[in-house]
């Protein structure tokens, strides 16, 4: 949008308070509240800041809504931004670094530590000690039993792993144990993590006093510290109070700026105990990196959607004077303690802000080894195909280092065995849905092919086909070197860049392989005219032997081999084909 457009498009707007909202199409780019909307979005013909300029010029139109109050403006704004994810925002991300432990959703529930439990999991955490949550996960194990392995481990034993012979497990995979009475451990072991530790305090105690008795005072010893983490599991932070007698309820918040971003912690008190914490991600202010911007936009868009605490200790006093007589018509008394145990409770929290974790780290480094602003959104591109046919193309998405799973896309492509032509496809159609604004996502910072530099070269002609304009690089699997138009990129093995880069690949392939199977099964063959071949049989010979021309070759043997294939089915099959 020009300047003289943007004029124009202000001096309609009217004087009252309310939010705004720059578009690209059906893409909304940014949110902001204001007093006057005309005043605040004619301050846009002039921007501070290269982003928020590149942002204006980007926008072709800016919708608005009015609001009767500057206090209802601040939660539509927030409401808005939680909903768009606008990339010119600051936009908060929940951090998961934290570990969790999750009982997964199975008839024999597995339980494991985890950065990214399953939807349908039970999870409880985040903690903050890896290693005490290891070894509690382990005395766990070891006195209820629970497995631990995957569920391609689980299936189809005939007998017990190692991990029964170690004691770690009463191996629900072969039958040892009633389901019933597994479910009664499992339900036994959450009860611990919900904050019952005498379920699993108590029988390490009796068996670290037998072990003493019966003169094993290795074995004593180990299970004496064991029990000391047990203990001292649900009581970090236990004698930290926090707020007067009448604050049920009390948050800690308090944030660090690095560059264009920003980390946020927030301790949760109840009755004086510490009972929870989280980190979160914030994409700083354009031109504005103060601590209090910050506070006042994590402040406004977190609570907007959840209940607010009693009162609110806070490192500065937020800037938004809007925000603070909202938390205060609430009834939420706002704290910047100077001295005290309130004090030094902002201090714990101003550290958990700090405290630099693996994602940050891999982002910049990898923004810096190519040269890009930092991609906190990243989407990976792979085709998968047989000889040709059942030829599909998947579109993952990594957010902060981590995998968006809600932001995967999957297309079936024109059968056709060129792996050039597949991608220049894949990349066109994903580029043309964003140009268009027809993709509901985000566009992402940093886009990766797998594959060498034709895939490269065929994804960027797309792209300046389409006329959009994302960094996109390739990662090949067979020297693992990072591939750009200025050419390779040799980076060390252990490199954590280089990892994440490996991580969003692999899920890249992983997405397209399964999808393609799917669609491959999907597809009428000549097998479905062989007497015995059902669908689950045509599937799993699909599966074993690849296609229906390794079928036709495949030994007699080899189809015995198959679940499902007998005599009279091989011969069959052997037959027809």
Same mark, same amino acid.
Request: net charge negative; aromatic share 6%; hydrophobic share 40%.
């Given at each position: ?15 009252? %308070? ?15 509240? *204001?007093?006057?909307?005309? =005043?605040?979005v004619?301050s846009y013909v ?13 926008? =072709? ?47 024999? %529930?597995?339980?494991?530590v ?28 070891e ?8 569920? /391609?481990?689980?299936? =189809? ?5 190692? =991990? ?45 006093? *037998? ?28 004698d ?22 920003a980390?946020?912690?927030?301790? /949760? ?5 510490l ?32 209940e ?5 200790l ?10 603070l ?23 714990? *929290? ?14 910049? *480094? ?7 602003d ?30 968006? #799973?809600?932001?995967?896309?999957? #297309? ?5 065995n ?20 027809r ?58 860049h ?10 890249? /392939? ?9 669609v491959?099964?999907?597809?009428a ?53």
């Amino acid at each position: 949008m020009d300047t003289a457009a943007l004029r124009e498009r202000a001096g309609n707007l009217p004087r009252e %308070p309310g939010v705004y909202q720059f578009q690209a199409g059906e893409t909304v780019l940014y949110v902001g509240k *204001a007093i006057d909307l005309r =005043d605040r979005v004619r301050s846009y013909v002039d921007p501070r800041g290269e982003r928020i300029r590149r942002m204006v010029r980007r926008a =072709d139109a800016v919708d608005f809504a009015v609001t009767d109050t500057e206090t209802q403006a601040l939660l539509l704004e927030a409401n808005l931004i939680k909903r768009h994810q606008p990339r010119y925002n600051v936009r908060l991300k929940d951090d998961k670094s934290y570990p969790l432990v999750q009982f997964t959703d199975h008839e024999a %529930p597995r339980i494991e530590v985890t950065r990214d439990p399953d939807e349908a999991a039970t999870a409880f955490g985040p903690f903050t000690d890896r290693g005490q949550l290891d070894t509690v996960v382990k005395a766990v194990r070891e006195v209820y039993g629970l497995r631990g392995c995957s569920d /391609h481990k689980y299936a =189809d034993r005939d007998r017990p792993c190692l =991990d029964y012979e170690m004691g770690l497990c009463s191996a629900p995979c072969t039958g040892d144990i009633n389901p019933a009475d597994y479910r009664e451990d499992v339900t036994a072991a959450a009860r611990f993590f919900e904050g019952e530790t005498g379920v699993l305090a108590d029988p390490l105690r009796r068996e670290m006093e *037998a072990a003493s008795q019966a003169a094993e005072f290795e074995r004593a010893a180990n299970l004496r510290d064991r029990l000391a983490d047990v203990e001292g599991f649900h009581g970090d932070g236990g004698d930290a109070v926090a707020g007067s007698a009448p604050e049920r309820a009390v948050d800690v918040v308090a944030a660090a700026v690095e560059g264009d971003s920003a980390t946020v912690a927030r301790l /949760h008190a109840e009755r004086g105990q510490l009972v929870d914490r989280s980190r979160h991600r914030l994409d700083a202010p354009e031109g504005d990196h103060r601590i209090a911007s910050v506070l006042a936009a994590f402040v406004a868009q977190y609570y907007a959607e959840r209940e607010l605490p009693d009162a609110l200790l806070l490192a500065e006093h937020p800037d938004d004077e809007d925000l603070l007589a909202w938390l205060d018509a609430e009834g939420v008394a706002v704290r910047v303690p100077g001295a005290g145990r309130e004090a030094k409770l902002v201090e714990l *929290a101003l550290k958990n802000a700090r405290r630099r974790g693996g994602n940050d780290d891999e982002l910049a *480094a990898l923004a810096e080894a190519l040269g890009i602003d930092r991609p906190a959104r990243i989407e990976g591109f792979d085709v998968s195909h047989a000889q040709g046919r059942a030829v599909v193309g998947s579109d993952v998405c990594f957010v902060e280092g981590r995998a968006e #799973k809600s932001d995967y896309r999957r #297309k079936k492509l024109p059968e056709r065995n060129d792996d050039y032509a597949n991608m220049r496809e894949l990349v066109r159609w994903r580029a043309e849905r964003a140009v268009e604004g027809r993709d509901g996502r985000p566009d992402p910072d940093l886009l990766l092919i797998d594959g060498g530099e034709g895939q490269l070269s065929a994804a960027r002609d797309a792209l300046n086909d389409v006329g959009w304009s994302t960094p996109c690089v390739a990662l090949a699997k067979e020297d693992e070197r990072v591939l750009t138009v200025d050419g390779p990129r040799d980076w060390p093995g252990d490199a954590p860049h280089l990892h994440l880069l490996q991580r969003v690949r692999d899920e890249a /392939h992983r997405f397209a392989v399964q999808y393609h199977q799917t669609v491959r099964d999907e597809v009428a063959t000549v097998l479905d005219d062989v007497p015995g071949v059902g669908p689950e049989t045509r599937k799993r010979l699909l599966r074993r032997f690849g296609s229906v021309d390794n079928v036709r070759t495949a030994s007699t043997e080899e189809l015995l081999d198959v679940q499902g294939v007998g005599e009279t089915t091989a011969s069959a099959l052997q037959a027809r084909l």
